[in-house]
């Protein structure tokens, strides 16, 4: 029989394919500030440990100490605000799997590095009441990979770390479960390769969404 009681998952790139979206706003800010736009490919390099970092990787030398460093993080937030969901879907096989997970009485909870009012927006949109919580950054809590997040939303959840497994796509994500004292279960189709996850220490891999149920089971 599982022991597990409850599933949280990363939003970017593990339940969701944002990149696109983030692309298109990370390139916006910086155009409006006359500077280069980045490729898809080094925007998917650059997401995972929040905006702030995003549009710090995103900018010309000297990142976070450019002199347009704040107008385009503004305007970032502005335009994702208003454009986060005109490309993005879950990816396929997703919703199944959540479906399946809830039927047997699984909770399963959203943590992510996205800003707070974002990730609870997508959580609500895209997944209704699927989630129990969604916890996005807040400047009461460290980010990820510190595992304040997981904290929050297994508390919301009422549910213990023995209990609970993560699920992501990126070394972030594997050395916050570590940091959280929970398994994690990393997963393929997002922002990081295979290589870099199994580097970062990922003992269990997820090539395809119905992978976590065989995983689980196992854990």
């Not at 609870?120 to 400047?139: H, N, Q, T």
Request: glycine share 6%; with cysteine.
């Amino acid at each position: 029989m599982m022991k597990t009681k409850a599933v949280i998952w990363d939003l970017d790139g593990t339940l969701l394919n944002t990149l696109d979206d983030l692309a298109a706003s990370t390139n916006a800010a910086l155009e409006a500030n006359g500077l280069p736009a980045r490729t898809k490919d080094e925007v998917r390099r650059f997401v995972g440990n929040g905006i702030h970092k995003l549009i710090e990787r995103a900018m010309p030398e000297p990142g976070a100490q450019h002199p347009a460093f704040q107008a385009v993080l503004d305007c970032f937030i502005m335009h994702y605000g208003e454009h986060s969901k005109d490309h993005t879907a879950p990816y396929e096989g997703i919703m199944e799997v959540l479906d399946t997970l809830a039927a047997q009485g699984i909770k399963l909870a959203i943590v992510s590095n996205k800003i707070d009012f974002a990730v609870k927006e997508l959580s609500r949109d895209y997944f209704g009441r699927r989630m129990c919580s969604a916890v996005g950054d807040d400047p009461s809590r460290r980010k990820k990979p510190a595992p304040d997040s997981v904290f929050e939303a297994m508390l919301q959840m009422d549910v213990t770390a023995g209990e609970t497994v993560y699920v992501g796509d990126s070394d972030v994500d594997v050395m916050t479960a570590r940091n959280a004292g929970i398994p994690c279960i990393a997963v393929t189709w997002g922002f990081r390769s295979e290589e870099s996850l199994i580097e970062a220490g990922a003992c269990h891999i997820a090539r395809r969404p119905e992978d976590i149920l065989s995983l689980l089971a196992q854990i």
